[in-house]
């Protein structure tokens, strides 16, 4: 395909109304700098990835699977995972006084006594990937307890931590045509280029075969969204990426402490948001330089993304101007809507009231975040980490609270929110060795009952995920890490893929309902810190995150969930730059509102209109 044929990333999310930050940064809202990647041509060598020198080292061997001679005879039947993994790399802290045992699944009998086998595959990381001294990306306690139990090692062929990397060594590979057996978070528009090539393994009947019957039950209640992004020709050519639910739902984070002084309340509306906004950006109350205060914090990804997020303001007017929504019989793109111009002038107004940073539009999301960690922003819709440790550190005196998004002029109000199963999927190459396949969905079976069971208490690795003190206490200072950036996904990676996407919620209720049960001396390091949080930030965390499960009818999702069209393809990335270009030139009064008349001309007439033919032809086969 020539270069006028592909379309990027960004571009093809803005037309099918994803979110414009890339569903392969969902899961992991905050994003970091990448570490050090290698190319898909050079030998398959994991990246090194940031060392954290405060963890003490774990210097055990990568395992291979237990020979059948070594396998107890009396032990086989129940096949319990714990009999296969030797101690030091068993999850949990069983010896700590105040620490906890995960209990590990059963492991299927094929993992037993057979050949140990390697599969290479492709992994994103950045400086969250984090490991002990001595591990890396193929070798830590999670590869180590895994090769014990299965005697299967994953080898990253090549790394990467942005999508454009992405992009680009996926483009490599397929051109050179050394594509490794299992692949991380294809994007969409390269799986269907791989799909059309007959580059990846249909895995219709593998899926079907081995798939456990817990992970069959989630993708019966989701239905056909399940399989939008893995399904070229009516075959399935990977597995789906489920990412948490209502992952990427804002609701308004305010400065509690800030408002009380100036008493002002809680908006409720869009005009009661823009006087505190502007009572807020006057009020000198932030760390900034000159005490400089951001009413609203926002970024250069104005339709939605993963923090500081603009949608609720679209929302309000009944739009998310990169989705496609219902229009008589058919759909038809927000963004050309009328609703979306009066938006813009309110916008428009806002920025030169003051609302906005005045550079908000050069502004990305870390560093928008940034301003609220320093203390400086007042308001921001975010989803559930909102709330950051670093701003109580910046200002003893911080007070965090969250509210649900404000209504609109009509009294409307909603967000951006998207199907938990995106449009990354996991792929194998053509060709791969059957087994490969078979031993990957197995993996996912087994994290799933590992990872989804609250009960089974899987919180990783003492001394990785978290650290005593001299005193059996959880060391609060300790920069833990999660362990789902070691694993291979679905269930697992950097993305955080899970098989429920109900799973945090879940366990969220699970814990606040269950465990302050638990008599004070009898709990746990865990239980304790979990109960006892003493600045808030990991209660309002969690609160928020069932509160936004309990609002979710405010959620506005695209009508059309579907692989690029031909024209999306060829003109997605002119058409992404003309709406960026007239929507924020309009915003920062560059110029006039009326200029969006101009714009909705021009996207018609540069591709639009052809667009909008072809995703009402997917929506009339697809009713």
């Not at 599969?119 to 014990?148: K, W, Y």
């Not at 920025?351 to 502004?363: A, P, S, T």
């Not at 999927?425 to 059957?434: A, E, I, Q, T």
């Amino acid at each position: 395909m020539s270069h006028q044929t592909k379309v990027s990333r960004r571009d093809f999310l803005r037309l099918t109304g994803l979110t414009a930050t890339g569903a392969i940064l969902t899961a992991c809202a905050p994003q970091a700098t990448a570490v050090p990647t290698t190319a898909p041509a050079a030998p398959t060598k994991a990246a090194e990835p940031t060392k954290a020198a405060a963890v003490e080292p774990t210097k055990a061997p990568v395992a291979t699977a237990v020979p059948p001679t070594a396998v107890p005879p009396t032990k086989v039947p129940s096949l319990k995972a714990a009999d296969y993994v030797t101690a030091k790399n068993l999850p949990g802290s069983p010896k700590n006084p105040r620490g906890w045992t995960t209990n590990l699944p059963d492991i299927p009998q094929s993992w037993l006594g057979k050949k140990p086998i390697t599969i290479s595959v492709t992994r994103r990381v950045d400086t969250g990937t984090q490991f002990a001294e001595g591990d890396t990306l193929e070798n830590n306690p999670f590869s180590r307890m895994l090769g014990e139990l299965s005697g299967i090692t994953f080898k990253p062929a090549w790394t990467w931590s942005t999508p454009d990397e992405a992009n680009t060594k996926y483009n490599l590979a397929m051109a050179s045509k050394q594509l490794p057996d299992y692949m991380e978070t294809v994007p969409p528009a390269i799986f269907l280029q791989m799909a059309e090539a007959g580059l990846l393994e249909d895995v219709t009947d593998a899926i079907d075969k081995y798939a456990s019957d817990t992970w069959k039950k989630v993708w019966k209640e989701y239905g056909n969204q399940v399989w939008t992004w893995v399904t070229y020709k009516g075959r399935k050519y990977g597995l789906p990426y489920a990412s948490n639910a209502n992952q990427n739902d804002s609701v308004l984070w305010y400065r509690k402490d800030w408002l009380d002084k100036l008493n002002l309340k809680v908006p409720k509306t869009l005009d009661e948001l823009h006087d505190v906004a502007v009572a807020l950006s006057k009020s000198k109350l932030g760390k900034g330089e000159g005490g400089l205060t951001v009413g609203l914090a926002a970024t250069k990804n104005i339709y939605h993304t993963w923090a500081c997020d603009l949608s609720p303001i679209w929302g309000a007017f009944g739009i998310i101007p990169d989705r496609w929504s219902k229009e008589g019989d058919g759909l038809m793109f927000d963004g050309i809507r009328p609703e979306a111009k009066k938006a813009l002038a309110l916008l428009a107004q806002w920025y030169k009231d003051g609302v906005f940073r005045k550079d908000f539009n050069n502004i990305a999301e870390g560093d928008a975040r940034n301003d609220g960690k320093g203390s400086i922003n007042g308001l921001h819709f975010t989803p559930s980490w909102g709330a950051t440790v670093e701003t109580y550190q910046n200002d003893p005196k911080t007070v965090w609270a969250f509210a649900d998004i404000p209504t609109g002029p009509d009294g409307k109000k909603g967000k951006f929110t998207e199907s938990p199963f995106t449009a990354n999927p996991y792929c194998f190459r053509k060709g791969v060795d059957p087994l490969v396949v078979q031993r990957v969905i197995e993996v996912c079976n087994w994290l799933i009952e590992l990872r989804e069971d609250p009960v089974k208490r899987f919180h990783g690795w003492e001394n990785n995920q978290y650290k005593f003190t001299a005193d059996n206490k959880l060391d609060a200072k300790f920069a833990s890490w999660v362990p789902h950036a070691w694993m291979i996904g679905p269930v697992g990676s950097r993305g955080d893929g899970r098989g429920d996407p109900q799973t945090t919620a879940k366990g969220i209720k699970y814990f606040m309902s269950e465990w302050p049960k638990i008599a004070a001396d009898k709990q746990d390091a865990w239980q304790e810190t979990y109960l006892n949080d003493p600045i808030g930030v990991n209660k309002l965390s969690r609160e928020s995150t069932v509160f936004i499960d309990e609002t979710k009818a405010s959620g506005m999702a695209t009508e059309f969930r579907a692989l690029p069209t031909a024209t999306m393809q060829l003109k997605g990335t002119d058409m992404g730059k003309l709406m960026d270009t007239a929507y924020i030139s309009i915003i920062t009064g560059q110029k006039p509102v009326d200029e969006f008349d101009n714009f909705v001309k021009q996207w018609k007439a540069l591709g639009g209109d052809q667009v909008t033919k072809e995703v009402n032809e997917w929506y009339k086969a697809n009713k």
